[in-house]
């Protein structure tokens, strides 16, 4: 029988698809001093970004089959030691796409009117002195024909786009790899209407002079917005970073929004996950969620579903 350890969380509906398939699914956590001990035994393991499969841990386990990861990017996974191995390496790239997407449009509104602000002054103050706070909050930008940013158009940044085109923005898109996709703008319960928008993409510095909204869709691993593209970037523009923590130097973000080059960032991921910087958490002009894009209750379930199925086609039916 498979032998499968599930060691970050699975939705329930996934984990019944695999039990139904005749697997054996166990969903307590092993802490990742242990798992060397324990890990052996099992044939696949399920983690998301909390648990790390390195070289080491790899090399201690023959029996592995596969190692699925429930989210898009693979950087806690040593995958070409994984696949050296002969071990499958699976991951989720399109199940929370639009959580992510919806996620930075979140950020983005909250910086636009200060709803983080607002919110807390309200709790703290709105019953003394409403009307000194309406005045205080009226000088919000709206999003719509604006121009938002986006640092690479895998899938998730192709959601973003799409939200975006539906707000009236004007999207500038930024790729190594992709000159040009077309964008499906789909209305809600129709068959009859539909839209495509060829986008092409832009060089980093032309969208750094223009965008209004900047927001990083790339995978960890190095600095892509650092000193000197803080430095390119239209004053007043605003940073949302929900990708990966390391992508942004911190400290020159901070700078940037000290100076008034930015004016203001939100961010889902940190440099040092999971105790953030202070001089981050206590900076009134970031809005903060503590890493949080893929987790709806939608993307959960579809992330679950979608690693099972990928599993039971891996096996077929040996079990």
Do not use: W
């Not at 994984?82 to 399109?94: D, L, R």
């Not at 002054?121 to 003394?128: F, Y």
Request: proline content about 3%; aromatic content about 4%; overall charge negative.
């Amino acid at each position: 029988m498979v032998k499968i350890l599930v060691n970050d969380g699975i939705h329930p509906d996934g984990k019944m698809l695999l039990e139904e398939a005749g697997y054996e699914v166990h969903t307590d956590k092993v802490a990742q001093e242990d798992l060397a001990a324990q890990l052996p035994a099992y044939d696949v393991v399920i983690v998301r970004s909390a648990t790390k499969i390195r070289k080491d841990l790899i090399a201690q386990c023959p029996n592995l089959k596969i190692i699925a990861r429930g989210g898009v990017g693979l950087d806690n996974i040593d995958v070409a030691d994984a696949k050296a191995q002969g071990i499958e390496v699976m991951n989720t790239p399109a199940a929370s796409s639009q959580s992510v997407a919806e996620l930075v449009f979140g950020h983005m509104f909250t910086l636009a009117r200060s709803l983080h602000l607002s919110n807390r002054a309200m709790v703290e103050r709105g019953d003394s002195e409403f009307k000194k706070l309406k005045k205080a909050y009226s000088k919000g930008i709206q999003l719509r024909n604006k121009t938002i940013g986006i640092i690479g158009l895998g899938r998730i940044g192709q959601e973003v786009a799409r939200i975006g085109l539906g707000l009236g923005m004007n999207v500038m898109p930024v790729d190594l790899v992709v000159n040009e996709v077309a964008i499906d703008i789909n209305l809600y319960k129709s068959d009859e209407v539909g839209l495509s928008v060829k986008l092409a993409t832009t060089t980093l510095d032309e969208m750094l002079a223009k965008a209004d909204f900047i927001t990083l869709h790339v995978p960890g691993g190095r600095v892509i917005l650092g000193e000197a593209e803080f430095a390119k970037m239209k004053d007043g523009a605003f940073l949302i970073n929900a990708a990966r923590g390391g992508t942004v130097d911190e400290a020159a973000m901070l700078a940037a929004i000290e100076s008034g080059k930015l004016a203001g960032a939100g961010l889902d991921v940190f440099d040092n996950e999971p105790t953030p910087q202070r001089a981050i958490l206590n900076n009134p002009k970031i809005s903060l969620t503590p890493h949080t894009g893929a987790s709806t209750l939608e993307a959960q379930r579809n992330i679950g579903l979608e690693l099972a199925d990928k599993i039971i086609a891996f096996f077929g039916d040996d079990k």
